[in-house]
C-alpha cells in the first residue's frame, strides 16, 4: 500500500533553514509526481511545491525564490529545502501524492518559524 513518511521538521529562527524529506513506498515513485502542502492552524492546507516524475517542477508564489522541490528516485525520496523561513511559514506540512484518482498523505511533520 503507498506509505509516505515525512521527517525534517522542528523550531527555527526567523531567516533560518529546514530540509524536509518524505520516503515513499508502496507505489512507483519514478513515474510519480510528488506535492508537498502545508496547513497552518485553523487554516485550510495549501499548496506549496510539486515535482514532476520528469523533474519539472512549481511553487506557490509565496515560496518562490525560497524553496526547493527535488526527488531521489534511486532512494524514492523527495526532498523540500527551505531558505529565508519567515514566521508565515509556520505550519504542518505535508507530502502527497495522486494514483488512480485518489491522493495519499503522509502524517505531517510541524514547521515553527519563531524567535
Known amino acids: 500500500q503507498v506509505q509516505l513518511v515525512e521527517s525534517g521538521g522542528g523550531l527555527v529562527q526567523p531567516g533560518g533553514s529546514l530540509r524536509l524529506s518524505c520516503a515513499a513506498s508502496g507505489f512507483t515513485f519514478s513515474s510519480s509526481g510528488m506535492n508537498w502542502y502545508r496547513q497552518a492552524p485553523g487554516k485550510e492546507r495549501d499548496f506549496v511545491a510539486e515535482?514532476?516524475?520528469?523533474?519539472?517542477?512549481s511553487y506557490a508564489d509565496s515560496v518562490k525564490g525560497r524553496f526547493t522541490i527535488s526527488r531521489d528516485n534511486a532512494k524514492n525520496a523527495v526532498t523540500l529545502q527551505m531558505n529565508s523561513l519567515k514566521p508565515e511559514d509556520t505550519a504542518v506540512y505535508y507530502c502527497?501524492?495522486?494514483?488512480?484518482?485518489?491522493?495519499?498523505w503522509g502524517q505531517g511533520t510541524q514547521v515553527t518559524v519563531s524567535s
Open positions: 515535482i514532476l516524475p520528469g523533474g519539472r517542477t
Open positions: 502527497s501524492t495522486n494514483r488512480n484518482f485518489r491522493t495519499y
